[in-house]
């Protein structure tokens, strides 16, 4: 990942004011956020790619370095299922604190080195991990917002991430207890969702991004969760001119430009 740079630094410091006072709810209970780097980067397009060891290589690399860097707390593999790229994949990781993402890729150092102390070994596995992957990458850094429903229970079948990414409006329109209202009403009680996890922008191209996050079991339940949603929101709102004055209300928190992305998890390469 590239190390944050002044720009970076000062890109947070403009922005992070405006979203924390978009979660200005006082904290009742004991959410504490963390940081999330994105790292989007592509299958290699050389016909010539040998991927039938990818796997295993990125077994391997998880299982001696990542899964043993007490820094990193989660971690997650996600590849095209339906966005606009198919060669497109995410890598993600989880950190604690800021400070940790710059002190977990010394940790990785350290340990890439115990498991391939040989150099002429360590080049020969890090050339193939890298043949797999295009040259082109970006990174993006978010922080978690406390708008969730973790999974309860690893999973270990690969499972379906559908990615709502968002524009804020940020013109101070919006109330952001509208979209805690929300949540506590609708999302937090559709039977459909497996999980649901929302991610505001902190460092990288997009400084209105907010993403959420949601989890399903297969394809086809994306399907019955707006289904479930369209009468969770009938329920919570009968009324339907206030229901209409409450998503009208909902929807200034948001520019009205929003996409839409499905993406696959590795299971092998969760922590």
């Known amino acids: 990942m590239k190390n944050v740079s002044n720009l970076g630094l000062a890109m947070c410091l403009f922005v992070c004011p405006f979203l924390f006072a978009q979660e200005s709810e006082p904290e009742t209970d004991d959410f504490k956020p963390v940081f999330i780097t994105m790292t989007t980067t592509h299958w290699n397009g050389d016909p010539e790619t040998d991927f039938s060891d990818w796997l295993e290589t990125e ?9 043993k860097n007490d820094l990193i707390i989660g971690s997650g593999f996600y590849t095209h299922y339906f966005t606009p790229d198919n060669s497109e994949l995410v890598m993600v990781n989880v950190y604690q604190n800021w400070d940790d993402i710059e002190k977990a890729e010394e940790m990785n150092q350290k340990l890439i080195e115990e498991a391939w102390p040989d150099e002429t070994a360590r080049k020969k596995f890090f050339d193939k991990q890298t043949s797999y992957y295009g040259k082109e990458h970006s990174d993006e850094i978010y922080q978690t917002m406390r708008y969730r429903k973790p999974l309860t229970e690893r999973s270990e079948k690969p499972l379906i991430y559908y990615v709502r990414k968002s524009d804020l409006a940020m013109d ?8 805690k209202e929300f949540d506590e009403k609708v999302t937090q009680k559709n039977s459909k969702l497996k999980a649901y996890y929302t991610h505001r922008h902190i460092w990288g191209s997009n400084g209105r991004e907010l993403q959420e996050v949601f989890v399903f079991d297969k394809l086809g339940d994306i399907e019955d969760f707006f289904a479930e949603e369209e ?5 919570a709102w009968p009324d339907e001119k206030e229901r209409e004055q409450f998503m009208g209300d909902l929807n200034k928190l948001f520019s009205g430009k929003h996409g839409d992305y499905i993406y696959r998890s590795v299971p092998e390469l969760q922590k």
């Open 231 to 235: 009468n969770l929101i009938s329920s």
């Open 172 to 179: 101070g329109q919006g109330k952001p207890e509208n979209f």
């Open 59 to 67: 077994k391997e690399y998880f299982e001696k370095v990542t899964s």
